[in-house]
């Protein structure tokens, strides 16, 4: 079985700077999909980004960018200029295949301060 | 288009009471899942539905919680002698399937048993 491990409950930024949030996963799969999730008050989960495990080259959107490394098992989130907007719950998960169960972390609330 | 949506969106229940919770997915969407979220803790699986594949309960956590979909297209969690413990917001997701394995949230509905 897969597990997520997200250890930092709580961190918080001032607007435009930068914050990286961590997460480890543990698997014995090779082939395998990384998210990360964001939740605001609203509920809706709302994708990130995605890494699939077999692409070396980090993914990056916009300011949203993650720092893969498949053997220490580490996929961790770093936002550039941070906005008042990123202020949410964020989740990392992993997809062993596609049509397989996501498996979630236990979350980060991120705080954005003016 | 339209995303995935879930009816209703609050749901008060007395305890013992049974509940059934909707959700209705994107259009052409194969794929089906239902996730229990506690407060303040990650997604749960719940089910999965594939296509008319025989769908993947193991997530289901007593005999009380059962689902149906009726082909491709709406689902329906049941819940039944509800217990305080059964109080979270349950998420739906779909997702095309195959090589497209993205699942996309509905907004979710937030269940509370006294």
């Known amino acids: 079985a897969q597990t997520v491990t997200q250890s930092q409950p709580e961190m918080s930024v001032q607007e435009a700077e930068t914050v990286t949030l961590s997460c480890t996963y543990d698997?014995?799969?090779?082939?395998?999909?990384l998210f990360w999730y964001k939740q605001p008050p609203s509920r809706q989960m709302i994708l990130v980004i995605r890494?699939?495990?077999?692409?070396?080259q980090n993914a990056t959107e916009n300011r949203f960018s993650v720092n893969f490394q498949k053997a220490a098992k580490s996929f961790s989130l770093k936002i550039s200029d941070s906005q008042l907007g990123d202020t949410a719950m964020y989740f990392c998960?992993?997809?062993?295949?596609?049509?397989?169960?996501?498996?979630f972390g236990e979350g980060t609330q991120l705080t954005v301060n003016p | 288009g339209a995303g995935v949506s879930q009816s209703p969106s609050n749901k008060v229940t007395e305890k013992g009471k049974d509940v059934e919770l909707r959700c209705d997915p994107i259009?052409?969407?194969?794929?089906l899942y239902w996730y229990r979220q506690r407060l303040g803790q990650g997604l749960e699986f719940l089910i999965y539905?594939?296509?008319?594949?025989?769908?993947?309960k193991s997530g289901l956590p007593s005999d009380r919680f059962s689902a149906e979909r009726t082909g491709e297209s709406v689902s329906t969690l049941t819940i039944q002698r509800t217990q305080q413990e059964d109080s979270a917001v349950y998420l739906c997701?779909?997702?095309?399937?195959?090589?497209?394995?993205?699942?996309?949230f509905g907004p979710g509905t937030r269940l509370t048993v006294t």
């Open positions: 997701a779909s997702s095309l399937g195959g090589i497209d394995y993205e699942q996309y």
């Open positions: 259009s052409g969407h194969t794929a």
């Open positions: 698997t014995s799969e090779s082939n395998y999909y």
């Open positions: 998960a992993f997809l062993k295949t596609s049509g397989s169960r996501l498996t």
């Open positions: 890494q699939e495990a077999y692409k070396q």
């Open positions: 539905f594939q296509g008319n594949s025989a769908p993947d």
